[in-house]
């Protein structure tokens, strides 16, 4: 079992934004939530909970949506599909706990979780109206337009060895492809990882 969510901000009253963010494989939810207090600063009036992911990682420490031991290009979707009914099902309860809309949760994942997130677009129409996709990558890229109401932002240091940057380049040119709408943005001189240019940036698109 993962540790239990960190509630990053509850605001006064009803909340007008929900947004959930999902750390990276063999991270944590403390860790991501870190990153949830700029969110948080942010955006007073949002509910924001970082989420831990639910199996203990591979490598002895931290948690993980699925293994990345062994991974290939053709097993990694078999992974990601096993464990997507759990991540819809997690942003869905967050909605109805918290009464905020699909329309007005943002899903910020990073890594695998940027992961989970992109690859929910395939599967579940109208699950959030926007992802900070920061260092991440699609599973297999989308064959078939994701719903019209979520806007995707692929954020993504130059100099990722982990995730490469390319990777981001080739989703948003794809879902630019059909008709859906993204943004792309590489920080130069920004491995796997996070700078405060890339949270600000991830700042100014939550509030479109």
Known sequence: MAIENIIVQRPQGSAKKLILLFHGVGDNPISMGEIGKYFAAAFPQALVVSIGSPDICDFGR????????????????????????????????????????????????FSQGTIMALESTKVEAGLAGRIVAFSGRFGNLPETPIDAGTVV?????????????????????????????????????VAHGLDPQMINTALAYSRG
């Open 62 to 109: 931290g948690f993980q949506w699925f293994s990345v031991q062994g991974v290939t290009e053709k097993n990694r979707q078999s992974r990601i599909d096993a464990a997507m009914p759990l991540f819809i099902r997690t942003v869905r309860e967050w909605q109805q706990h918290s009464g905020v809309p699909p329309q007005n949760t943002v899903l910020v994942g």
């Open 153 to 189: 932002h692929f954020i993504h240091g130059e100099q990722d060895p982990v995730i490469n940057p390319f990777q981001s380049k080739s989703a948003a040119e794809r879902l630019s492809s059909l008709g859906n709408t993204c943004t792309l943005d590489l920080q130069p001189g």
